[in-house]
């Protein structure tokens, strides 16, 4: 390239695309379905989940015997009960809160 400060640079041109208007919006990605709601807050934290897991624990409890489904929790055996303990021992070992 020559020092002559008369010639123009010439800039690489990008190559013309096809738009979408909807990705073009501000945070618009390809994980949003044409036409949902925008205001919506879903993900970690889903309204929408959180609703669901609700609905779906008060039918347990309104059709589940809960104190027979606790029965059938208990250990077998003390070596389970034992196996049981030891496993929440290390559990907890891990966490930040109690140890």
Avoid: C, W
């Amino acid at each position: 390239m020559s020092n002559d400060k008369s010639t123009p640079r010439i800039l690489q041109q990008q190559p013309t695309r096809d738009s979408d208007p909807q990705q073009q919006r501000s945070g618009a990605t390809d994980f949003q379905q044409r036409g949902q709601a925008q205001d919506q807050v879903e993900g970690e934290g889903s309204y929408t989940a959180t609703r669901e897991y609700q609905k779906n624990i008060k039918e347990y409890l309104d059709k589940a015997d809960v104190a027979a489904d606790a029965e059938k929790a208990k250990p077998h055996s003390e070596a389970e009960a034992r196996e049981l303990e030891e496993a929440e021992r290390a559990g907890r070992s891990h966490s930040k809160g109690e140890k």
